[in-house]
């Protein structure tokens, strides 16, 4: 089994790390620098990232608070939010990101991803999915857009399927039903999305417990976890959930 990587992220908005619930009623948490720096030194093998309201506000992410955030950790960091070109995934790399996430973009303009991994390469190219339950489609989650805002009708794992198929390097899944519940990863999206694509898939949304953590490995085959509630608010540490990992049989950098 690969080395599985444990990912706090800063969601971003005004310049300030959030979190919220379902995407909404969000809290103030931390400045993204300090945050960013706490982190590094804790353990995290990457750092994520997302500038929640660019892509609702029209605007590109914030390339200055990227490049401040870049500077002041030493492990690789994700950026997303507000990327819609290959413009912004040059600037964002440029300000000190080591891969990019791309959501709403990737919905709207397929060939973009195309375009994006044959000119940077695919492990730079994240593609990260809001899905909520739908049980009329065939796996049973809905494709979002709009920083979760906006349902497309379409498929979760289809959609993950084609987007591996024009190049993406990795799957970003986030539950809209289990964000910020603390109540667990929504296995099912994840491992229907691992298994499909057979390519590193990133669990998100609603680690509450150790145990989550565990369970989107064994049970959602992710090859990578992210969580923010429980690392912002001091539920757990990273060394913390990569301990509880490694005494399961999961291997993990520690």
Known sequence: MDTVRV?????????RVVKGVHFVELKDAA???????????GGADE??????TAT????????????????????????GGGITCSLDIEEAMAA?????TISSAAYRNPEMIEEAAKRFGSEHIIIA????????MPSQREVYIDGGRTPTGEDAVEFARRMIDVGAGQILPTSKAADGTKAGFDLQLTRQIADATKRPVI??????????????????????????SVFHFGMFTVRQVKEYLAARGVPVRL
């Open 7 to 15: 990912i706090p992220c800063l969601d971003i908005k005004d310049g």
């Open 31 to 41: 400045d993204p620098v300090e945050a960013a720096q706490a982190y590094s030194a």
């Open 47 to 52: 750092i994520a990232f997302l500038d929640i």
């Open 56 to 79: 609702i506000e029209n605007r590109r992410t914030k390339f200055d608070v990227i490049k401040r955030v870049a500077a002041a950790i030493k492990v690789p960091l994700i950026a």
């Open 96 to 100: 000190g990101a080591s891969a990019v």
């Open 129 to 136: 999915i809001d899905a909520d339950v739908n049980e009329s």
């Open 203 to 228: 669990a998100s949304g609603g680690a509450g417990t150790l145990e989550h953590f565990h369970q989107a490995v064994a049970e959602g085959h992710a090859k990578a976890v992210l969580a923010a």
